[in-house]
Structure formats: C-alpha cells, structure tokens
C-alpha cells in the first residue's frame, strides 16, 4: 500500500511540476525574443545559429528555474491534497507525515542532482559555446557588431562611424574613419558607401570603401595629404576580437578548471575572490534546490493558504527571496561582509532555518505563522498613535 500511495504522491507532483517547468521556461526566454526577433529578420542570421544559441541557453536557465519549477509543483500538489481532504485520509490511514516523504525525499534528490549537474558542467559549457558561436558569427557577419550613428571602438586603434547599416547584406553608409594605428601618420576617411567583409584566406576583415576622401596628416598638422577614391580597401585588425574569443570569464570553467585558476591567482586578490565564489555558488545551488523542495511541503500543507494561484505566488515568492539573498551574498563576498567561502551559503542557510521552523510547526499541527506576533509588535505602535491623537 505504502508504493501505491508513494507513486500517487509522485504522479500529482510531476504534473504541476512539468507544466511550471515549462511555463518558467518560456517566460525566461521571453526576455530573449525580441532580440532573437531582430537578429533573424533585421540581421539576418541563419535559424541554425538561432537555434544553437537557444539550446546553449537552456542549461544556464534550467539552473534556476528547475527549482523553481518542483517548489511550486509540491506545494501545488500538497495543496490539492489538503484541500480535497485526501491528505487527512491518508493521515486517518496511519501514514505520517515521515513516511509521506519518502517520494519527496527522493524526487528532490533527482531535483538537486540535476541542478548540480547543470550548474557544475552544463551551465559553463553552454555559455562557453555561446561565446565561441557569438565571435564565430561576427567573424563572418562584422556588421553585426556596428551599431548606427556609434562611435564603435572594437577595433585597436581605429574608430569606426557608421551612420547607417543596411539590415540585409550589411551595407554601409555615411562612413567616417580615425585610424591611429600608425602614429606618426594617422588619417581620417570619409566615404559614402562600403561593406565589411570577413576574408577567410587573409583571416582578416576587409572593410571595401566607395566614393570617399582619405586625409593623412604628419607630424606637423600643415603637412597634409588628401586622395579622393572610387574604391579602397582598409584590413582591419582582428586582434581585439581573438582576444575577446580567447578570454574565459570564471563561469566558462569547470570545477576542475576553478580549482587549478584558483591556484595560480594570487591570494585574497579579486580575480581569487570570483573564483572562490564562483566554485561555491556552484555547490550551494543543489543544496539550496534540495532545501527548497523540502521547504514547499509544510507550506502546501497549510490550511492557511487555499487555491492554486495563492500556491503559486508562494513558491515564487519563496524562490524570488531566495534568488535575492543569493544575489546579496556575492555581493558582500566582494566587499568583504562575508568569507567568499561562506557568502554563497547565506541563502541555504536562510532556507535551511525557515524549513525547520516551518516544519516543526507542521508536526505539532501549528499555524505555520504565529499572527500573536505581530499583534505584539503592532500593540505598542497602536498606543503610540492614539497616545499622539489625544
């Protein structure tokens, strides 16, 4: 009877579960449309690339919302039991409340060793791949990193105004120059027309100029040269840009990665501190994901709370709480309120407490707040008002 009734519990947990999941999902991604929207129809981007920066997307976005998704999908599950009355008939039955965890026991092990996983391999992966497939892009697209009517500095010692790019094929027009890669004899270019192309035989940029004006000045401003062209061609270093390719942030690296940057930084300097936090928060995640499914079941099953949509804004309320202290304490590891060890623990910790309080007063079949306190606290307020009217 008892796997009969544990695979009942589990069956009405995964389906709020699957369907928050999925809905947590989309919405975070929702905030990625629109420029998914703009890079296909404005830029013009392949939908293989689209779909390849979705699917490296995903394993960072799943950190999160995977333990979003089982919080709310328990406390949903327990609340339809409570409110249905099928939890006080499984309580008539002789079930526990102990033994009624087993399922939850084991669904949250799942929960944390799949945020785990995603945060210690997936999540740096698919941000390393998105990186590479995002300079890869602009290898062969550079027109997608100008913006109209911007001075862009990507390029070393040259800037670069455009005043308008053409959504399709990358056409350039109104564009000005300021090349100061040879110092003894910078120059300014003017052009109406040009195109940046990527040459793959040269490894460079080529950026084709149309019906312009080249000024050379010397070391002495009336030392002045001046061409007008039908056509040039000015390489462009693609310097800034490997290098760009080449640098890993500490969310790239894998544990094992951290662990041997962490040992050739210099102690207490801040790039140790990042590494210190990253490889921790990357530990306390599972922890926390594990720590907020067990936190979700007294508060589905309290008779304080009624309906799916009161269910709903707890848990996100919850997970909204904990992300915010999650947040705060890599903030203070960096100003050193915290050990950068500790810091990303203050929100497991939070929770950690809040489940044993919440608990406790579940097995005592308590209130899971006491309201007394706040009419001890809002008493003393009461009289200082009323002592001020009179």
């Known amino acids: ?12 947990i995964l389906h709020p579960f699957l369907v928050s999941l999925l809905a947590f999902t989309l919405i975070v991604f929702s905030g990625r449309l629109l420029i998914i929207t703009r890079m296909i129809l404005v830029k013009g981007i392949g939908l293989g690339e689209i779909l390849r920066s979705c699917l490296y997307l995903l394993p960072y976005l799943l950190v999160f ?4 998704a089982a919080t709310v999908g328990i406390i949903l599950a327990f609340l339809r039991l409570s409110v249905d009355y099928e939890m006080m008939a499984l309580k008539t039955a002789g079930l526990s409340y102990i033994r009624l965890m087993v399922p939850i026991c084991w669904f949250s092990l799942a929960v944390a060793l799949a945020t785990g996983f995603l945060s210690l391999y997936g999540s740096p992966w698919g941000q390393r791949a998105t990186r590479l497939q995002l300079a890869e892009v602009l290898r062969k697209r550079a027109d997608l990193g100008l913006q109209e009517q911007t001075f862009n500095t990507d390029f070393q010692n040259l800037m670069l105004f455009v005043n308008r790019v053409s959504p399709k094929g990358g056409e350039l027009s109104g564009i000005f120059v300021n090349d100061l890669r040879e110092s003894a004899h910078p120059q300014n270019i003017y052009a109406q027309r040009g195109s940046l192309k990527y040459d793959p035989g040269q490894e460079a940029l080529i950026l084709r100029l149309e019906d312009g004006r080249l000024i ?4 002495d401003l009336r030392d002045r040269q001046t061409v ?9 270093p693609l310097i800034h840009l490997a290098v760009k390719s080449r640098q890993v942030s500490e969310r790239e690296l894998s544990p094992g990665e951290l662990r041997e940057a962490l040992r050739q930084s210099v102690p207490d300097s801040p790039r140790a501190v990042r590494l210190v936090v990253e490889l921790h928060q990357r530990l306390s995640l599972p922890l926390g994901a594990l720590l907020l499914c067990f936190l979700a079941v007294p508060l589905g099953l309290s008779p304080q709370i009624h309906g799916r949509t009161w269910g709903l804004i707890v848990g996100l309320i919850i997970f909204i709480v904990y992300y915010i202290v999650f947040t705060a304490s890599w903030r203070m590891a960096f100003s050193r309120h915290l050990h950068p060890v500790l810091a990303p623990y203050l929100a497991d910790a939070l929770c950690l407490v809040g489940t044993w309080y919440f608990w406790s007063r579940t097995l005592r079949e308590l209130p899971l707040l006491q309201v007394n306190w706040f009419r001890r606290l809002l008493k003393p307020l009461a009289t200082v008002t009323c002592l001020r009217k009179s």
Do not use: D, N, Q
């Open 1 to 12: 009877m008892p796997r009969i009734i544990h695979r009942y519990l589990l069956r009405e």
């Open 65 to 68: 919302t995977l333990p979003m």
């Open 216 to 219: 050379r000045w010397g070391k």
């Open 228 to 236: 007008e062209f039908k056509s040039y061609e000015l390489p462009l």
